[in-house]
């Protein structure tokens, strides 16, 4: 299948619906082999499609794809990225930001790791697109931070 949606390009969104629940299947399966080939098929597909109105396919394969980020295998994790970031062309880089948002600051080292390296490949793929995704930050006027404040600087007194 990898090969297939590889090379048959915008034609993929003729099979993206058929294919999704063979999917599914290969994404949970207990052999990282299979999640790994799943993982590429996801890729290839959503590089397809992207743009033709597939998106809640995507989306919800995007979904059995992120419980793999924390696999150990280097091939697998290779693979788990590629799909990410194929999602991340097909679902536009906001879709990911909220996903990869959750985890930057977990208590975990290890957890925070991945969600970073996550956030950087979003970030060097599409840094312009991501400026509406960030947060808003209310003021909060009782919040001061002495550091920004001029008149205790010790220069002055």
């Not at 090379?7 to 207990?30: F, S, W």
């Not at 993982?39 to 992207?50: A, F, I, N, P, R």
């Amino acid at each position: 299948l990898s090969f297939v949606f590889e090379y048959i390009g915008e034609m993929a969104k003729d099979y993206c619906y058929a294919v999704t629940p063979l999917l599914e299947d290969a994404l949970i399966e207990r052999d990282p082999v299979h999640r790994q080939i799943a993982c590429t098929v996801v890729k290839h597909m959503s590089l397809g499609v992207q743009g033709l109105s597939c998106e809640d396919a995507i989306l919800h394969l995007l979904n059995f794809v992120w419980p793999n980020i924390f696999e150990v295998s280097p091939h697998v994790i290779n693979a788990v990225m590629e799909a990410i970031e194929g999602c991340r062309v097909a679902l536009g880089p906001a879709v990911l930001f909220y996903y990869t948002i959750q985890g930057l600051y977990h208590p975990a080292r290890k957890v925070r790791e991945v969600f970073w390296r996550i956030y950087n490949m979003i970030y060097i793929g599409a840094q312009d697109a991501l400026v509406a995704a960030y947060p808003r930050m209310v003021n909060i006027p009782t919040f001061v931070r002495r550091e920004a404040r001029v008149e205790d600087t010790p220069e002055q007194e």
